[in-house]
């Protein structure tokens, strides 16, 4: 055994019905019984057994005849028995089996002390009957404790136990087992303003009850079942030698995916039942495609080769085990998003019972049960309103296979995402029930890319939207003040910088205003018509070191935190030699700058919050279900990312301008949003897609101004379209929805 028994005897009330004994007594066999049981001694317990319940199997089976037999090695009996014919229906026990089946039982249940009193013994010449009481303690089942009654007889002037498997549990019979049934922890589900976006539903299982079949209707049976489920005799067959506690499952459906005839038809075969829940579970969600990529979906566990495969689940299981449930090639584990990223907390850990098992596989009693520990809920902080207006506008708005994009709208006072969304999505149910090849590849060849996540893995060129913040680092660092204006020689909106040394670049061109500019080109007029020369002359005036180190400062070349993994921006790439011209497209936002649109975003909420950047967040805590009751276990609560980079006074400056976009009567690159609800300022951008000309990217940045800090809201879309004028003002159709006050709130 693998933990020591004490015993404890108690002998008064049988000493007073026994004058006197000897070693041959009925009554002495008895104890030494007890007394071997209770020391671990199952050897010397079996060695007193009638010979009527017992066998000798063949002693060379499961023997290795080329291994010499070590003396002081001790006998595996657990794997020793499993060698041995079972004859228990016989009423026979092997040693092996005897010794195995003790051990098995105790350590299961962690018996550590076995308390036997109230024996009572009535004494014959052939047979003696002990009474008495056996009080099992163990850390899993506290006391538990049964009557029994044990039988000796004599046989060739010797005492014998008449043994049977109810010394051990009163309860027990030849044939039975003790088994440990896990009871699979419920994942924790996924929800926003108490709607339920991802959450486990039992499916659908079709059973059968192989006792209800006879000769009569065992053939109507199969005919029935197999033309209605789509099943071979041998699959049912099949199914039908799995049967548990006298049920097999033969078929499960999904939730909505069982036809009401089919139901009706099926339940009119005897022998067959429907269930609802009991013998099968899928993650669910009920929204489909509704933050598909934020969400993620749960699925088995995946790796290439045998050694990846180990290595994944070394790390699934680092802090489990079997107790609690360990994950297996056969598990379900988040694959993606925040399934993937909260995989430990969603997960729960397992439960189990231990139970007599009788040989029809039915539970005869059950000793213990541990319950299962649910795993945490996971409340978002979606307004789950203003995230199906958002999915609704994109699917208006957005057509084809020629548009994609991203949006972001989030509290800049908190840094809380209220609504966000990857365009084109996917239906995440299509890959939690296993997803078909085919329709795996449909989506993988489609040009807008339904499975990338652009909101944190894609990595663009900032543009114009950059504008806003090489104004304050010019600002900032002193090189210029919101008067100086740009006098350099503009030819058709082309300019040729001359004054910074060599130039082995092209010209700089900028944006064309049809409706007249703002005059004269200060850093007002450059902001609100998004003029590239004046910031590509405002970097090359700060130099890298000043540019650089501002950029630096609000997040780029950081990895940003964030529920999930955020691909890291970047000012320029590693290799890349700092040139003129470089710094020059730096300050318009082209060059190898790159970022995600959930960072832009986030670094542009410094605007919306007096000069600090605020960490995004979307999970806002993990709450458990004890009872009745709902319990907060953690809660995330606002924290400040990058402190201080904008100041007052470059606020007080740059803020107004970004107004100024969005006033029709300026003519500003953001006329077309108009929004009258409420006070916007914002910053538009277009940026390159590599050397295509015929596809850009379209950004939109803003804000509600002059609100409350619980109505505080910032919009970024961020669009891959084609260059011609009908996809100019989607940005604008979309930002206006989420922007107005109506919008949710």
Not at 97 to 121: C, G, P, R
Not at 304 to 325: M, V, W
Not at 420 to 428: A, V
Request: net charge negative.
């Amino acid at each position: 055994m693998k933990r020591a028994l004490s015993i404890i005897l108690i002998w008064a009330s049988c000493l007073c019905l026994l004058p006197g004994c000897t070693g041959s007594s009925g009554k002495q066999v008895c104890l030494d019984f007890l007394s071997k049981i209770s020391s671990g001694d199952y050897e010397g317990a079996y060695n007193l057994l009638d010979g009527a319940v017992t066998f000798i199997p063949d002693e060379t089976a499961g023997v290795d005849p080329s291994k010499p037999i070590d003396p002081n090695e001790k006998p595996d009996y657990v794997a020793l028995a499993k060698l041995e014919p079972n004859r228990e229906s016989e009423g026979l026990i092997s040693k092996n089996q005897f010794i195995a089946k003790y051990m098995n039982i105790f350590d299961a249940l962690e018996i550590t002390s076995v308390l036997y009193d109230n024996i009572q013994v009535n004494e014959g010449e052939v047979f003696t009957i002990v009474n008495f009481t056996a009080t099992y303690s163990s850390p899993l089942l506290g006391d538990v404790s049964g009557e029994h009654r044990m039988v000796a007889i004599k046989s060739r002037n010797r005492w014998f136990i008449e043994w049977s498997p109810n010394l051990i549990f009163p309860e027990m019979e030849w044939g039975d087992t003790v088994r440990v049934a896990r009871i699979s922890a419920k994942r924790g589900e996924i929800m926003a303003d108490g709607q339920v976006l991802a959450t486990t539903e039992g499916k659908i299982s079709v059973y059968a009850m192989p006792d209800r079949l006879n000769d009569t209707n065992r053939d109507y049976f199969y005919n029935k079942c197999s033309s209605l489920l789509g099943m071979t005799r041998e699959a049912i067959d099949k199914k039908l030698s799995k049967a548990y506690d006298g049920v097999a499952v033969l078929k499960q459906f999904y939730q909505g995916e069982f036809p009401e005839y089919l139901e009706t038809q099926l339940l009119e075969i005897e022998g067959i039942g429907i269930d609802y829940g009991n013998y099968g579970s899928v993650r669910s969600y009920p929204e489909n495609d509704m933050l598909a990529h934020t969400l993620g979906y749960v699925g088995i566990v995946s790796a290439g080769s045998d050694e990846e495969l180990e290595a994944r689940l070394k790390e699934l299981n680092e802090g489990r085990d079997a107790e609690n449930g360990l994950y297996t090639s056969d598990s379900y584990v988040g694959r993606n998003g925040l399934e993937a990223k909260y995989e430990k907390e969603l997960r729960g850990n397992d439960g189990y019972h231990i139970y007599i098992c009788t040989s029809q596989g039915t539970n005869r009693r059950t000793l213990y049960t541990k319950p299962a520990e649910d795993g945490l809920d996971l409340q978002l902080t979606i307004d789950y309103k203003l995230q199906k207006r958002l999915d609704f506008v994109l699917d208006s708005v957005l057509f084809g296979e020629t548009t994609a994009g991203a949006v972001v709208v989030m509290n800049p006072k908190t840094g809380a995402i209220e609504a966000m969304s990857s365009w084109p999505g996917y239906d995440l149910n299509a890959f939690a029930k296993g997803i078909s090849s085919a329709d795996y590849a449909e989506l993988l060849s489609k040009a807008n890319k339904p499975l990338y996540n652009r909101l944190t893995q894609g990595l663009y060129p900032p543009g114009s939207v950059l504008k806003a913040f090489t104004a304050v680092a010019a600002l900032q660092s002193g090189t210029l003040d919101e008067n100086y204006v740009f006098t350099g020689e503009i030819v058709d909106d082309y300019w040729l910088p001359t004054d910074y040394g060599t130039w082995l670049g092209s010209k700089i061109k900028r944006t064309q205003v049809k409706y007249g500019r703002l005059s004269p080109l200060n850093m007002r007029s450059a902001i609100v018509h998004s003029d590239n020369i004046y910031f590509a002359n405002a970097a090359l005036l700060m130099g890298w070191d000043n540019y650089t180190s501002y950029m630096k400062s609000i997040g780029f070349g950081d990895t940003m935190p964030f529920d999930l993994n955020v691909a890291q921006s970047q000012l320029y790439n590693d290799d890349t030699e700092l040139t003129l011209m470089l710094l020059a497209d730096s300050g318009y936002g082209q060059g190898e700058i790159l970022t995600t649109p959930l960072q832009m975003a986030t670094m542009f909420c410094a605007f919306a919050n007096g000069g600090n950047i605020m960490q995004p967040y979307i999970v806002d805590g993990l709450y458990e279900t004890e009872g009745i009751k709902y319990n907060n276990v953690s809660r995330a609560s606002p924290k400040v990312w990058k402190s201080g980079v904008i100041e007052q006074h470059s606020l007080d400056i740059i803020v107004p301008y970004l107004k100024d976009v969005v006033d029709h009567n300026l003519n500003g690159t953001g006329r077309s949003l108009k929004v009258t609800s409420v006070t916007v300022a914002a910053k538009t951008g277009t940026a390159e897609i590599g050397n295509d000309k015929s596809r850009q990217i379209s950004w939109f940045a803003g804000f509600r101004c002059d609100t409350e800090d619980k109505d505080a809201r910032l919009v970024l879309v961020m669009l891959e379209v084609p260059t011609t004028e009908e996809y100019a003002s989607l940005k604008f159709d979309i930002a206006r929805e989420m922007l107005k006050m109506s919008a949710s709130r």
